[in-house]
């Protein structure tokens, strides 16, 4: 049984920072492509970095470009998503995700998920 679970968010002032942690079992980290995604209220889940079997680094969006890494610890079987210069658009829930097959982005290319973390940025 694969099991994610996230950790790490909070309350945090505009321009802070915070890790979120994402334990597996039932699944190696390493050998499977893994990510992130984030729910604000009223808006559709939305991609934010992925990180590939391989350790390629999928980042597609601009708000989150040069401020938000993906990384892993095998050791640990845990993908981090490290935030920095958080804004109140960030705010929202942050899931992590096992990747099945297609599109990175694409919330239906995913099997696996966990419960999610709340983020809150405030101003």
């Known amino acids: 049984q694969v099991q994610l679970v996230e950790s790490g968010g909070g309350l945090v002032q505009t321009g802070g920072s915070l890790r979120l942690s994402c334990t597996a079992s039932g699944l190696t980290v390493s050998r499977k492509t893994m990510g992130w995604f984030r729910q604000a209220p009223g808006k559709e889940r939305e991609f934010v970095e992925a990180?590939?079997?391989?350790?390629?680094?999928?980042v597609y969006a601009d708000s989150v470009k040069g401020r938000f890494t993906i990384s892993r610890d095998s050791a640990k079987n845990t993908v981090y998503l490290e935030m920095n210069s958080l804004k109140p658009e960030d705010t929202a829930v942050y899931y992590c995700?096992?990747?099945?097959?297609?599109?990175?982005?694409?919330?239906?290319?995913?099997?696996?998920w966990g419960q999610g973390t709340q983020v809150t940025v405030s101003s």
């Open positions: 995700a096992g990747h099945r097959a297609g599109t990175y982005s694409s919330t239906s290319s995913y099997d696996y």
């Open positions: 990180i590939t079997w391989t350790g390629t680094i999928i």
